[in-house]
């Protein structure tokens, strides 16, 4: 199936799961080789990482930036895209392989669109464009015979868990969470934490947004939503657990009882990798986890009073149709809100829930839709905000 050396293309790469996966594919050079990377506005990063890597393309989202990455690249072999819709068109490129997909949020689904219709394997980073349109996109994933991998650790772990259990079928997962900086904060001090704090993850090396979500416990909201659609279960199969030390990464419960756990020290290093190299396991230098090191590894159930994101997600999806998009497009309006220090860290929830009640249901939405959905409901969450 694949060349001598796997053509990747990163959406994305100037971003914390874009510039990991330079790290794997500068590590394994003789593997893997850059074919496309597109950024959305970090230009200065993104014309370094076209001069390391010389890539066949590279795309720049927002058009303003493009006049000073194609001056900086002139007389490089390397062509040089600006716009959202060089995004879809460049994905489509024939000796691409791979499209690892780790743009932040929505803008992820069109291009994840794109390079599925043209029959490329998707390294999924962008979680948000399954829980947006998870059964459209597994749908045409199946229709046109090409592969989601998952980056996201507790997918990854999932899916490592699976391999060589072909035929048996999934009783439960059970979806690991670190419970973010706030787990064992009350109610009342929730009220009060400053972005700062929530920007501070205990364990995980991550982007901005994701951060916040995570603190919020909305990312693990999201991620069951993510697990639903990638393998195939009913919610009620999910079982989400808290587990401080981020150690094991997710676990599978099979119909004989028995538990399937995949562990390492946290590295979005190790999944970027094995989605890449999949079905092959291939050397890291990553750090070995050492078990005396940790020799408590515990585990508690989620607090979803406590953290209402995580109970509009269940409700979200427990809905169905365009809601989870509406949730989606909400929580990114939200986020961007408390992160611009307009709305207390309990507020982002106040907005989600009411853009959810306020956005128009459609129960079989198609692309269109969710497009008009997602429009929709930003709007909605703004007004919210300025009211
Ligand atoms: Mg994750």
Same mark, same amino acid.
């Given at each position: ?9 990163? !959406?994305? &790469?100037?971003?914390?799961?874009g510039?990991? #996966? ?5 590590e ?11 950024? +959305? ?6 014309i ?8 066949e393309?590279?795309?720049i989202? +927002?058009? &303003? ?6 001056e #900086? ?7 040089? /895209?600006?716009?959202e ?15 690892l997909?780790?743009?932040?949020g929505y803008? $992820? !689904? ?5 390079a ?19 059964? !459209?996109?597994?749908?045409?994933a199946?229709?046109?015979?090409? #592969? ?14 699976? =391999?060589?259990? #072909?035929? +048996?079928?999934?009783?439960? @997962? ?5 419970? $973010? ?22 364990? /995980?090396?991550? $982007?901005?947004?994701?951060? @916040? ?15 639903? /659609? ?6 009620e199969?999910?079982?989400?657990v ?23 020290? %946290?590295d979005?290093?190790?999944?970027i ?11 890291s230098?990553f750090?070995r ?10 585990f ?8 209402r +994101? ?13 809601? %989870?998009? @509406?949730?989606n497009?909400?929580?990114? @309006?939200a986020?961007e ?11 982002? &929830? ?11 249901f459609?129960a ?7 497009i008009?959905?997602?429009?929709? =409901? ?10």
């Amino acid at each position: 199936m694949y060349k001598e050396k796997r053509q990747i293309a990163i !959406l994305g &790469s100037t971003g914390s799961i874009g510039v990991q #996966a330079l790290d794997v594919i500068r590590e394994h050079a003789d593997l893997f080789e850059v074919y496309a990377l597109t950024a +959305n506005n970090n230009v200065e990063l993104l014309i370094q990482q076209a001069k390391a890597f010389l890539p066949e393309m590279v795309v720049i989202a +927002n058009e &303003s930036k493009y006049k000073q990455l194609k001056e #900086a690249l002139l007389g490089l072999p390397i062509k040089v /895209w600006a716009g959202e819709n060089a995004l879809s068109q460049v994905v489509e490129s024939e000796p691409i392989d791979i499209v690892l997909t780790a743009m932040v949020g929505y803008s $992820g !689904l069109k291009p994840t669109i794109s390079a599925i219709k043209a029959g490329k394997i998707i390294a999924l980073a962008n979680k948000e464009t399954l829980v947006v349109a998870g059964e !459209l996109i597994t749908q045409l994933a199946c229709e046109n015979k090409t #592969a989601i991998l998952p980056v996201d650790s507790e997918h990854s772990a999932i899916f490592q868990c699976l =391999a060589g259990e #072909a035929g +048996n079928s999934i009783e439960k @997962i059970i979806l690991t969470a670190s419970g $973010g900086p706030f787990r064992t904060f009350s109610p009342e001090q929730l009220v009060h934490v400053t972005k700062q704090e929530a920007l501070k993850h205990p364990n /995980w090396r991550m $982007g901005a947004k994701i951060t @916040i979500d995570s603190a919020s416990m909305m990312n693990k909201g999201f991620e069951m939503i993510e697990a639903k /659609w990638l393998f195939g279960v009913k919610t009620e199969q999910i079982q989400i657990v808290v587990h401080p030390q981020s150690i094991i990464h997710s676990m599978v419960q099979f119909e004989d009882s028995s538990i399937k756990a995949q562990m390492g020290l %946290p590295d979005m290093r190790l999944p970027i990798q094995y989605a890449l190299s999949y079905p092959n396991r291939i050397f890291s230098s990553f750090e070995r986890l050492d078990f005396t090191k940790f020799p408590v590894l515990s585990f508690e159930e989620p607090d979803m009073k406590k953290f209402r +994101n995580l109970r509009l997600a269940y409700q979200a999806v427990e809905k169905g149709g365009n809601m %989870p998009c @509406i949730l989606n497009a909400a929580n990114e @309006i939200a986020v961007e809100a408390f992160l611009a220090d307009k709305i207390g860290f309990l507020t982002m &929830s106040d907005v989600i829930e009411k853009a959810m009640e306020q956005t128009s249901f459609i129960a079989s939405p198609d692309l269109n839709d969710y497009i008009q959905t997602d429009a929709e =409901a930003r709007i909605i969450s703004k007004n919210i905000i300025l009211n």
